[in-house]
């Protein structure tokens, strides 16, 4: 005898989606959550994130009005003004989510749930639930290494509730996280410090990104620290040193480590009810989020498939098509588009010119100019526009942009690239003129061919 039909471990936006669209069709639904409805993204991932931008966008925004006639004074940011907005908006949009769970029907239970066995789960007040399904949505979580002063770092979850903005900060990482905050915090005020110990920041994004990306941070101020990485942190007059490996040392306010996130599944019990964990503690699931053990499935950050909120809440409409509509619908992780909010910022969707040359020929089409709106603010900044086309096909293999509305862009250019669009298909759209993105549909003669 069941309790429930479903069970959800976890408040996210996949947890979230696949408790509200299976209580609509008819299940009977409970979902626990540890902390704050709306997980990662809602409370200290995307959302907080994107309206740190924002504030941080306004300080180039002002120096290019100078060039249009604008007197705009001296500039202040006010950071906890800023704070408190952003954590008023934060608190509505978790009461969002929990009404949206309570009106469809969904028993919330705010403490920490685990399984005790591939049917039953266990909450910290000792209840325990028995369902017919359960899914595991707890996410992901941000880890420092194991080094001499590693407690002093900071992560980017407390990044969003530091009560000061530090004067001068070190980022410690190369990827999309570690270069967003660098970025948000030096268009804030703050002297960013970055070290990544590798030869180029964003592995794993096509390389004509990466290199554009990094000097225009160093461009803009950052200090980018190439093939370095932390010894030791030292707390110091009120602050930190840091040790590089090379032994420089450097004096900050803050250190945050952004080296890197792990699936959130410790002390769950997985195994011992049944499901397998990978190396880095994901949960392993097939095609349709399904574990080793029947009744217990997985989706998001947790299976460390694509880590990105869209993709967790596509997961969870999969699952509940699969399971509670009786109409098995496996995800597609093909030809994802993905934004990078750095400053400039970071459109793309499919291969990188590496991947796609690794399966046969191709051709570049790419363009680096500087946008209208810079020829009388004086901001030499460049944007690039790039495709990747298979030389025998023609259909456009990837599309990779850096510059202002480059995930608004990106959008767009993904439904192309998802029904198989070629080049000629681009070429046969007219412009829009005078923008940005009509570079994607006025390319004529490659740059280079493999």
């Not at 490996?245 to 945050?256: A, H, I, Q």
Request: hydrophobic letters at 40%.
């Amino acid at each position: 005898m069941f309790d429930c039909d479903l069970f959800v471990i976890g408040g996210g936006s996949g947890g979230v989606r696949a408790a509200r669209m299976a209580a609509a069709a008819g299940a009977k639904v409970a979902l626990a959550e540890e902390f704050r409805l709306g997980g990662t993204c809602v409370i200290r991932g995307c959302v907080p994130k994107k309206l740190m931008v924002y504030a941080s966008g306004f300080s180039e925004k002002f120096q290019s009005a100078a060039g249009f006639g604008w007197s705009c004074g001296t500039p202040r940011f006010d950071w906890k003004h800023f704070k408190a907005a952003k954590d008023k908006e934060i608190a509505r949009l978790e009461g969002v989510y929990r009404q949206l769970l309570e009106t469809s029907g969904v028993e919330v239970f705010d403490r920490r749930a685990v399984l005790e066995s591939a049917h039953c789960v266990e909450l910290t007040d000792g209840n325990r639930i028995r369902a017919r399904h359960i899914l595991v949505a707890t996410g992901g979580s941000p880890q420092v290494p194991d080094f001499p002063g590693s407690e002093h770092a900071i992560t980017s979850n407390e990044v969003f509730e530091l009560e000061e903005l530090p004067q001068r900060i070190l980022i410690v990482g190369g990827g999309y996280i570690a270069c967003e905050f660098s970025c948000i915090l030096n268009g804030m005020g703050s002297d960013v410090l970055q070290f990544y110990r590798g030869p180029q920041i964003l592995r794993g994004f096509d390389d004509d990104v990466r290199n554009h990306l990094g000097e225009a941070m160093i461009g803009r101020g950052i200090d980018l620290e190439l093939q370095t990485d932390v010894a030791e942190i030292r707390a110091r007059n009120g602050g930190f040193e840091v040790v590089a490996l090379d032994d420089r040392r450097f004096e900050v306010d803050r250190v945050m480590y952004a080296t890197g996130r792990r699936p959130s599944t410790k002390g769950l019990r997985l195994e011992e009810a049944g499901a397998r964990l990978g190396d880095k503690g994901e949960i392993e699931v097939d095609n349709y989020s399904q574990t080793a053990a029947p009744s217990i499935f997985a989706v998001g950050d947790v299976t460390n498939r694509v880590n990105l909120t869209p993709v967790a809440i596509r997961e969870g409409a999969a699952f509940v098509e699969t399971v509670f509509k009786g109409n098995p619908t496996p995800v597609d992780h093909e030809f994802i588009a993905t934004a990078v909010f750095t400053q400039p910022e970071i459109g793309t969707v499919g291969m990188t010119e590496d991947e796609a040359g690794k399966r046969g020929g191709v051709e570049i089409y790419m363009a680096k100019f500087r946008p209208l709106a810079s020829s009388i603010s004086g901001k030499e900044e460049q944007a690039l526009m790039k495709l990747v086309v298979d030389s025998a096909s023609r259909r456009v293999l990837g599309v990779h942009i850096v510059g202002e509305s480059a995930a608004e862009m990106i959008q767009l250019a993904a439904v192309a690239v998802k029904m198989g669009a070629t080049k000629e298909d681009f070429d046969r759209t007219v412009a829009v003129h005078p923008t940005a993105a009509e570079e994607l549909v006025t390319f004529r003669d490659p740059v280079r061919a493999t």
